[in-house]
């Protein structure tokens, strides 16, 4: 099996097992999804679920939290960590999201990757979740099954690993995939513990790279 081969059979295996995953980010406007995947660095999403609740309770758009202050920003958003960090990211970027671009994100990903704090995980993330473009999103789950189940090599860069997968990975199915990969890593191929492949819908197929026998 080659591995574009081995590629096409997990995506469709992994259609199969999650029909329907999707962002574990909740969010109802575009502008509240960039700001929650930079909260999400080094954090879970239940937590940043929780979080900006507060956040956007108490600015509503992306005008109101540009013009929030910073020192705000950071005492709500402490508890995902890197809290100034995070806050003062996150101001810029509604700053100029609000002066350079009417308040909406643009639909273009190297427009979107300028924005201050926004690497190629959360570019990808706004491309496909929001704009329906193709996209690929190598977060943590994504670069550790990609390798375990033998569709890349010992790749741990992000961009490297994203690069790989667009060989591989037809451009439609890119974002779903990423998405299946993470509810796929957090149920099944877990990171904390041995994998669970008695009940892997890839066990078969999988080259189970670096699972103690």
């Known amino acids: 099996m080659t591995k574009k081969q081995r590629t ?3 995506i469709e295996r992994l259609r199969k097992e999650y029909p329907d995953a999707d962002c574990t980010l909740d969010y109802d406007q575009a502008w509240k999804l960039l700001v929650s995947v930079r909260l999400a660095a080094q954090c879970t999403d239940a937590r940043v679920n929780v979080v900006v609740e507060g956040l956007f309770a108490k600015y509503p758009t992306v005008e109101a939290l540009a013009e929030a202050d910073v020192n705000d920003i950071e005492e709500i958003v402490r508890p995902c960590g890197l809290g100034k960090s995070k806050a003062r990211d996150i101001s810029a970027c509604m700053k100029m999201l609000r002066d350079e671009y009417g308040g909406k994100i643009p639909k ?3 427009a979107i990757l300028k924005l201050p704090g926004v690497g190629r995980k959360s570019a990808n993330l706004i491309m ?13 789950h994504c670069i550790r099954l990609v390798n ?4 890349v090599d010992g790749i741990k860069d992000p961009k490297k690993v994203e690069m790989e997968l667009w060989k591989l990975v037809p451009p439609e199915e890119g974002s ?3 998405h299946r ?3 796929h890593g957090r149920e099944v191929c877990t990171a904390r513990t041995k994998p669970h492949c008695d009940r892997c ?3 078969d197929i999988c080259k189970k790279v670096g699972v103690e026998k």
């Open 148 to 151: 375990r189940i033998g569709l």
């Open 8 to 10: 096409l059979e997990v």
């Open 128 to 140: 496909g979740d929001v704009f329906g473009e193709p996209a690929i999103v190598t977060d943590t």
């Open 201 to 203: 819908c890839l066990a």
């Open 108 to 110: 273009d990903f190297n």
């Open 176 to 178: 779903d995939f990423c």
């Open 181 to 183: 990969l993470v509810y």
